[in-house]
């Protein structure tokens, strides 16, 4: 029971570029999303998330939007750098203060 | 602040051996989890506690996995005896309930420990 969807494995991008990565979930009832990076050897890391009763939330280069009504959502990062290249993964509240993952997608950022 | 502790962070053993892991969370977390990832995979909830007490275990196979949290400060995950499948980075990871942006619960991970079973 997939309730988080992450149907794109891997990205790549020039620099500069815009990256959108893609996530889509199941279930109306989360009340938030979240994206974490994670690089080679290291544990995943919060980048930002986004309340259920936003569309949109921007913090520097990286803006998530939701669209309620398709149960979609997607990270842009504008412009894209080198060091973003790592592992995204989008996660949602599974009961119990738990986070449940998507398969990750793995951005590449090339010069 | 410090973050999340996990040792080791390699090892290899064979199949049918034991091993076990070491978590020690941030100082005042009082949500502990065990996630599983197995590669190309995302983090899988093995288990999650509430101080010393286990909210979910759902997922945890308790035939050769089992997990404590001493005193509700350091987790140990044990697995015995180890199989083939259960090659994968174990990582430890803790939260304060709310306290992220807009009430999000975020959980703050370690580097993780990598298992190989050969």
């Known amino acids: 029971d997939q309730q988080v969807k992450q149907n794109s494995p891997s990205l790549s991008v020039q620099e500069g570029r815009i990256s959108i990565l893609n996530c889509d979930y199941t279930?109306?009832?989360?009340?938030?999303f979240l994206w974490y990076k994670k690089y080679p050897a290291e544990g995943p890391t919060f980048l930002i998330s986004?309340?259920?009763?936003?569309d949109k939330n921007e913090d520097g280069r990286f803006t998530v939007f939701l669209n309620k009504s398709a149960k979609h959502l997607s990270l842009h990062i504008v412009p894209s750098q080198p060091g973003d290249s790592a592992v995204y993964f989008c996660?949602?509240?599974?009961?119990?203060?738990?986070?449940?993952f998507g398969a990750g997608t793995r951005l590449a950022v090339h010069p | 602040e410090a973050g999340v502790a996990q040792s080791p962070r390699y090892k290899i053993i064979e199949k049918r051996q034991s091993v076990a892991f070491w978590c020690n969370p941030i100082?005042?977390?009082?949500?502990l989890y065990w996630y599983q990832q197995i590669l190309g995979q995302g983090p899988k909830l093995l288990i999650q506690?509430?101080?010393?007490?286990?909210?979910?275990d759902s997922q945890l196979p308790k035939d050769r996995f089992s997990a404590e949290r001493l005193k509700g400060v350091d987790s140990t995950l044990k697995i015995q005896p180890a199989k083939l499948e259960d090659s994968a980075v174990y990582l430890c990871?803790?939260?304060?309930?709310?306290?992220?942006?807009?009430?999000?619960?975020?959980?703050?991970f370690g580097a993780g420990s990598r298992l190989t079973v050969l």
């Open positions: 990871a803790s939260s304060s309930p709310g306290g992220g942006p807009s009430g999000a619960n975020v959980l703050t």
């Open positions: 279930n109306s009832m989360f009340d938030y």
């Open positions: 996660a949602a509240p599974g009961g119990y203060n738990k986070l449940i």
């Open positions: 506690f509430q101080n010393n007490g286990v909210v979910d």
């Open positions: 100082s005042g977390h009082a949500t």
């Open positions: 986004i309340s259920s009763i936003k």
